[in-house]
């Protein structure tokens, strides 16, 4: 089993900058791939970002491409995720996830949740 560890969010005004952390216990074949999700009060869980380890793949949803960053750092295990230009759209619950492949919808393991708010 993969635990994923989250660090990170928060509160900040619209416009502002948070940055999200995520280290898995382990590194796995089903880990190939790290992902984000959130879920906004009263929606469905969206996709938000993804990387793999080995070339840093990624992609991303076109809600935040071009304001988020999703990075990863092998040496220390992480991967993370640097929301600029924040919008009170963005406000929700950001999970971390890792799987087996670059998906938009499948993954493995999912993290406990991070709340990020922004106000307007």
């Keep these: 089993q993969v635990q994923l560890v989250e660090s990170g969010g928060g509160s900040v005004q619209a416009g502002g900058s948070l940055r999200l952390s995520c280290a898995p216990s382990k590194r796995t ?3 190939y791939a790290m992902g984000w999700f959130r879920q906004a009060p009263g929606k469905g869980r969206e996709f938000v970002a993804a990387i ?9 949803a076109e809600s935040v491409k071009g304001r988020f960053t999703i990075s990863r750092d092998n040496a220390k295990n992480m991967v993370s995720l ?5 919008k009170p759209e963005d406000t929700a619950v950001y999970y971390c996830t890792a799987g087996s492949g670059l998906s938009r919808s499948r ?3 999912w993290g406990q949740g991070t709340q990020v708010t922004v106000s307007s």
């Design 52 to 60: 793999t380890w080995s070339l840093g793949t990624t992609d991303y």
């Design 82 to 86: 640097q929301m600029n230009s924040l």
């Design 29 to 31: 074949s089903r880990t």
């Design 107 to 109: 993954y493995d393991y």
